[in-house]
Structure formats: structure tokens, C-alpha cells
């Protein structure tokens, strides 16, 4: 929400009228059948529940109140994410998942509550710390509250310590398809991460990358896809001063650069190069990272727009209920021969838009032949 607020100049705007604006967001992402997840973080001494609850009005689309019209009416969010403060204080570590479990649990708003423990751990440190804080977890609430962490399954060092037995959703992207099944045997959950196992949701990328997505996790069983943010409109990673210090939004908001770093003129919206002293063939540089709604605001719309990605990403989570529908209906050996043609191996798709168009048609005709068989059948019974 921080990057609405700098896109359409919120600052000192008055809360009601920019929660106004920031549901507009929220609509968008539900009808396209997206999950908006703002981090819910706990902090020391006090939790934050109700005032997600009722301040700052999130609780409307965790319970689906506030979906009114069109697509997924009523329907609420089915996941949410919650953080906790870096503290090794573990008493108030664990009360903390507790409360969040009671609080969440006793209204029946989610159908995943999930701890973000660590996001990207690059240290036998951090690894360290991961292991302590799902252990800490897993003693008060046993696996009632999945521990989450953005990482790959096998350690990059062999050095540091394995995460398996203390991590239960792993959101992976890099992680191989045989490590992925052993840990869903054992229980534990898979999701995808960005590009991961499917093209990447950015500008340059072919118009069908975002479609991939869904399909690919159906072939291979995945049960989420995670995308790191959705309005990362200005590159707040990466503007650093000559100090290589971070440079704050509102220091970004008076420099004369605000108007050259649009996003409708230039979709470098993630780039390392931005960061003094860092080589150039070890940066990375994406076009549309992070983006999946565009401000309107540039545009002299006081709304968000939603990007081609989106719309790709809608199109490949119609074509997931597709599927869903076929199989059960029993057509499973019908699907599982589409979805191959689509998805013939790990992390390869075909390349052939009209392909993907084909089998939207065969997965519809695959649903309409088991109707009509129940049509003719009943006709018979008359």
C-alpha cells in the first residue's frame, strides 16, 4: 500500500478517502482471482488483530463482505499471511501464533493461515534461525499453524542445516521436482515462486507466461503460486545513495528522477544496476517485476489498471477450473492427456499460443460430453 500511496500522491490525504482507493486493488485482484495478502505483523506486547479487524478495514475481504459484485461475490479470501516481528523472546513468540490461530480460527476466515517465518535466507545463520522458530511453532501448535518460508529445499551450502521436518509450506522455485514430491508424500505443501516452474509474469516476457503458471501447477501438484509484490512501482531495493544506503519513498517523492522512473514509459521496475558499485554481470534487471497493476494515476485515472499479466494469469486459473471440473467428472485420463500436450516436462510448456486456445476447447469439450451423456441418458429413462 505504500507504493499507492506515493503512485497517486495519498501521503497526507485523509485515511477514508485512500482506503477507498486502496479497495479498488483488492476488487481487481478478487476478479481475477487473486489473493491480495498485506503482511499482518505481530509485534511485541500487543497484537495487531482487530485493528486489521476494524481501523484499517481489512477484515471486509477476509470474510468476504466485501466482494458485492460480479466475480467471486462473497466470496472470501482464502489465504492469509501473517508475520512476527524479529525477537528471541520465545514465550512471546509462540503466545503470538496462538493468538493469531484463536483470533483467526474462531471466526472461520481463512482457509489458510500461514507464519511467513523468514523470507529468502542466504546464511547458516538465517538457517539457524528458521530451524529454531518453526521448532518453537511446531511445540505450541504442533503443524495448526503452517510455518512458510520463501527457500529452496536443499540447502545452497552443505554446511548450513536442513529445513526439512521444520518448514511445512515450501515456497520454492528452484528446488527439484524429486525433492518437491518427497516432501509432499511426507505432508508438507509446495508453492511456486515468480517464474519457478512456469514463465515469468514481466513485460517482455510471451503473452501465455502468466498462464503457465496454473498449469503447471496443476500437472505437478503445486498448491500455491506466490508473487513477491504487485504494485512495486518504484524500485525501492535498489535507488541506494553513494553509501549504499537505501533511499525511502519519501525522499524518492521531492527528487526531480519521480516522473523518469513511470512505469508506463519504463518498465525497468527492478534493476541492480541502480546500486553504486555493483557489476553489471552480476545484476539483475527485470521489465514489469513486481507488477501487476499499473496507476492510474499517470494516466489521469484516480484507480488501478490491471496489466496483460493479470489477464494471463486470470486466463490460466479459468483454465485450472477447467480441469477441475473434467476430473470431477471423472475425466482424468482425458485431462491428464491435454495437460501433457501443454506441460510435457518440468519447467517446459509449449510454445504455440494457438496450442493453449486448442486445449481450452478440448478440456470444454471433454466437460460437455459427459453432459450430454447424462442428457441422452435421462432421455432414455423418459
Known amino acids: 500500500s505504500e507504493q499507492i500511496r506515493w503512485a497517486f500522491d495519498y501521503k497526507n490525504s485523509a485515511e477514508a478517502d485512500f482506503r477507498i482507493l486502496e479497495d479498488k486493488f483488492f476488487q481487481m485482484a478478487h476478479q481475477h482471482r487473486l489473493n491480495l495478502c498485506p503482511n499482518l505483523e505481530m509485534e511485541w506486547g500487543y497484537d495487531r488483530f482487530d485493528q486489521y479487524w476494524n481501523d484499517r478495514g481489512r477484515g471486509k475481504y477476509i470474510n468476504g463482505s466485501a466482494y458485492t459484485e460480479r466475480v467471486g461475490k462473497g466470496v472470501p479470501a482464502n489465504t492469509w499471511v501473517m508475520l512476527i516481528a524479529d525477537f528471541d523472546h520465545k514465550p512471546e513468540y509462540q503466545r503470538l501464533c496462538k493468538a493469531a490461530l484463536a483470533y ?122 506466490h508473487f513477491w509484490d504487485s504494485c512495486y512501482w518504484l524500485d525501492v531495493h535498489n535507488f541506494r545513495d553513494k553509501n549504499g544506503k537505501v533511499i525511502g519513498l519519501d525522499k524518492i517523492k521531492s527528487c526531480a528522477d519521480k516522473r523518469s522512473i513511470n512505469v508506463w514509459e519504463n518498465p525497468m521496475t527492478f534493476d541492480q544496476m541502480r ?88 478440456i470444454a469439450d471433454v466437460i460437455l460430453s459427459v453432459n450430454k451423456k447424462d442428457v441422452n441418458k435421462n432421455e432414455q429413462k423418459k
Open 275 to 362: 546500486r553504486p558499485g555493483y557489476l553489471a554481470q552480476d545484476a539483475i534487471r527485470l521489465n514489469g517485476d513486481g507488477v501487476l497493476f499499473y496507476p492510474g494515476a499517470y494516466v489521469g485515472l484516480q484507480e488501478p489498471v490491471s496489466s496483460f499479466v493479470m489477464k494471463s494469469l486470470r486466463r490460466g486459473l479459468q483454465d485450472y477450473e477447467y480441469l477441475w471440473l473434467a476430473k470431477k467428472l471423472g475425466m482424468e485420463k482425458e485431462v491428464k492427456s491435454i495437460v501433457d500436450n501443454i506441460i510435457p516436462e518440468p519447467k517446459k510448456w509449449n510454445k504455440n499460443p494457438d496450442a493453449w486456445y486448442k486445449a481450452r476447447y478440448q
Open 104 to 225: 483467526f480460527g474462531k471466526r472461520n476466515l481463512a482457509d489458510i493461515l500461514m507464519l511467513y517465518v523468514f523470507d529468502e535466507p542466504g546464511s547458516k545463520r538465517d538457517y539457524a534461525y528458521i530451524r529454531e522458530r518453526c521448532q518453537w511453532v511446531h511445540q505450541e501448535l504442533n503443524k495448526q499453524l503452517p510455518c512458510m518460508v520463501t527457500v529452496g529445499i536443499k540447502p545452497p551450502n552443505l554446511l548450513w542445516p536442513s529445513l526439512v521436518g521444520c518448514v511445512d509450506i515450501w515456497n520454492s522455485g528452484n528446488s527439484s521436482l524429486k525433492d518437491m514430491q518427497q516432501r509432499m508424500k511426507a505432508g508438507d505443501k509446495i508453492w511456486t515462486y515468480n517464474m519457478g516452474w512456469g514463465g515469468g509474469p514481466y513485460v517482455d516476457t510471451p503473452g501465455i507466461s502468466g498462464r503457465t503458471q496454473a498449469w503447471a501447477g496443476w500437472k505437478f501438484g503445486f498448491d500455491g503460486w
